[in-house]
């Protein structure tokens, strides 16, 4: 597009998502759109300063590698302990029976339905 506040908005959001090289691309072609826009430039400045690690060439990216259960043991990683078989203090509200769970805040007695 060619409308200078729909470009640094977009731009705005994609800086947001890691989108940098899109972000910096709508920047730029907002201040070519409108040459004279002062808000414009200092938002590209801005973007430029906050992001010159990422853009320059030996900017870091995050490398995701999966690992296998032996290798995890050899780094030192603990598997996760097993859930306890069945200790009703254990059970979150939501899962206790309903005569459990209900009760009368005043008196903390529990509440019986009438069937």
């Keep these: 597009p060619d409308n200078v506040k729909a470009l640094l908005r977009r731009a705005d959001a994609r800086e ?5 090289k899109e972000a910096q691309a709508d920047l730029e072609r907002s201040v ?9 430039k200092q938002l590209l400045d801005e973007f430029m300063e906050r ?3 990422l853009l320059t060439k030996g900017g870091k990216r995050m490398k995701i590698v999966e690992s296998s259960s032996d290798e995890e043991e050899e780094h030192g990683k603990v ?6 078989g069945g200790n009703k ?8 029976p309903d ?16 069937n």
């Design 16 to 20: 947001k998502t890691g989108q940098i």
């Design 99 to 114: 005569n459990e769970r209900m009760t009368d805040k005043s008196s903390k007695t529990p509440c019986t339905r009438d």
């Design 89 to 96: 203090q254990d059970t979150p509200t939501s899962q206790k």
């Design 79 to 84: 598997p996760s302990p097993q859930k306890s």
């Design 32 to 40: 070519i759109v409108d040459e004279n826009n002062k808000r414009a």
């Design 51 to 53: 992001n010159k690690k």
